[in-house]
């Protein structure tokens, strides 16, 4: 019988990337590139500018990969660099119109054949997050559609658990209270 293969964890391959095994780093663009993807879809509401921005993270994985610090975890830091991108790209377009383009968030849905009324009631959820801030709806973003826990936001964002907490349970009010009123004038 053979032993199963143990595979590196991401941080063994990002230090192979840092040491300059360039192809390693295709390793992590297959384990991270639809979780990156899927960050970015939901804070820029367009697919296609998403796909443009992850590849962008992925081209400044390699050319900052000496930035990378050994000892650290690998994901906080890769979605760092996604939100670096996503920040100057939202800097160098905040003044020009549709960057949140309610019309385009049909597009960011996967067509599926769910129902009418879970269709309507994505369609709201997309509404009232675009109606959040910059920082609420990323907090969001990562924590319920990401999937990270609050101790790696924390590291991310550079602050503690227990504001990352509060932060986020504002924003799932605010949310609420965005999906609540665009319910009621529907």
Do not use: C
Request: hydrophobic share 40%.
């Amino acid at each position: 019988m053979k032993p199963a293969e143990v595979l590196p964890t991401d941080e063994q391959v990002m230090e192979a990337v840092k040491n300059g095994d360039l192809p390693q780093a295709a390793v992590l663009f297959e384990r991270y590139h639809q979780r990156i993807f899927n960050f970015l879809v939901r804070m820029t509401m367009d697919r296609d500018m998403a796909e443009d921005l992850t590849q962008n993270v992925f081209l400044r994985m390699i050319k900052y990969r000496g930035s990378y610090r050994e000892g650290n975890k690998f994901m906080p830091w890769i979605y760092q660099l996604a939100r670096n991108i996503f920040s100057d790209h939202y800097q160098a377009n905040k003044n020009k119109k549709g960057l949140l383009n309610i019309e385009k968030m049909g597009d960011t849905m996967v067509e599926s054949e769910e129902s009418k009324w879970q269709d309507e009631r994505e369609e709201l959820l997309q509404r009232s997050m675009a109606r959040l801030d910059e920082e609420q709806r990323e907090l969001l973003v990562l924590t319920r559609f990401q999937h990270l826990k609050y101790e790696e936001v924390a590291v991310m964002l550079d602050t503690t658990v227990a504001n990352i907490k509060v932060k986020v349970h504002r924003a799932i009010g605010k949310l609420r209270e965005h999906y609540f009123e665009l319910e009621k004038s529907n």
